[in-house]
């Protein structure tokens, strides 16, 4: 189980960091069109990267 999963988007874009605590990964899925995000949730993704990327240093 992850250590921890965040959606952002309608679900479209996934973070989170593996047991193995050894990478952030980041999942952006859709039907072939890029994911759009609001300026809000562009920050809450830009914040939860940088939390992410805490754990695992």
Do not use: N
Request: charged share 25%.
């Amino acid at each position: 189980m992850a250590l921890a999963i965040m959606e952002f988007g309608r679900g479209e874009v996934q973070l989170w960091v593996p047991d193995d605590g050894g990478a952030v990964h980041l999942r952006a899925v859709t039907q072939g069109d890029p994911v759009e995000l609001s300026a809000e949730e562009a920050r809450a993704v830009a914040k939860a990267l940088l939390e992410l990327a805490e754990m695992v240093e």
